[in-house]
């Protein structure tokens, strides 16, 4: 099983709505951290959450991380075809020893 | 800001070779890097974690016959695809982190085994 769940695991919506993209741990995370992708390129960091309750805000997209550290949030307001892509959430969880892991990811596509 | 170099970022091969794929860190001495693979239309999955001067240590289901992993200094990890065939095709991409620090990701190599 996965331990960083993402959902939705795809998202079509139309130009200029809104989207939420939900990251879930069972453990407490160490950091959260959001990154956008397509297949087969580098990883585009976009934000990185520590402290519980904290959310930062980047252009049109806003991430939280909720109080006890195990979902983080990630908002696309008036979404735009730009926005497409993957988005993955990324933090340090503790399982034997530390490891950094990525979540399940979700595929935006915004329709123009 | 830190800087880690993935090389090479695309490579083809025939069923059977091996693939070696290096990563480095610029700019900083990296105590553990991170390899990852992603299959399309899927997130990054840990392969292994390698810290320098020492054994890696794999996921469950990674072989590491397969998957040899060599971390010989502070600033070089490299993967070896060993034996490749067409289902070890691929997109890998490898992270490097200082001591207590963020992790930095190398570009990727997109790995196509004929």
């Known amino acids: 099983s996965q331990e960083l769940e993402q959902s939705p695991q795809s998202l079509i919506v139309q130009e200029g709505k809104n989207l939420t993209i939900n990251c879930t741990s069972s453990?407490?995370?160490?950091?959260l951290y959001w990154y956008k992708q397509k297949y087969g390129e580098g990883l585009i960091f976009l934000m990185m959450?520590?402290?519980?309750?904290e959310e930062k805000s980047h252009e049109k997209i806003t991430a939280k991380l909720d109080e006890k550290k195990q979902q983080s949030s990630l908002h696309i307001t008036a979404s735009q075809p730009s926005h497409a892509g993957i988005y993955l959430c990324?933090?340090?969880?503790?399982?034997?020893?530390?490891?950094?892991?990525f979540g399940t990811g979700t595929r935006l596509k915004v329709l123009a | 800001g830190a800087v880690v170099s993935q090389h090479p970022s695309r490579v083809i091969c025939k069923s059977g070779t091996s693939v070696k794929i290096e990563c480095r860190s610029l700019?900083?001495?990296?105590?553990?890097m991170f390899w990852y693979r992603q299959f399309p239309k899927q997130s990054l999955m840990l392969m292994a974690t390698?810290?320098?001067?020492?054994?890696?240590?794999?996921e469950q289901g990674v072989e590491k016959d397969k998957f040899l992993i060599n971390h010989a200094s502070l600033t070089l990890s490299t993967l070896t695809v060993t034996s490749a065939h067409p289902e070890d095709s691929s997109f890998y991409i490898c992270?490097?982190?200082?001591?207590?620090?963020?992790?930095?990701f190398g570009s990727g190599t997109q790995l196509s085994v004929l």
């Open positions: 992270s490097a982190r200082r001591q207590n620090e963020k992790l930095f």
């Open positions: 453990k407490t995370l160490y950091g």
């Open positions: 959450l520590q402290k519980g309750g």
């Open positions: 990324g933090a340090d969880i503790l399982s034997g020893t530390y490891k950094y892991i």
């Open positions: 700019d900083f001495q990296a105590t553990t």
């Open positions: 390698s810290n320098e001067g020492s054994k890696a240590t794999y």
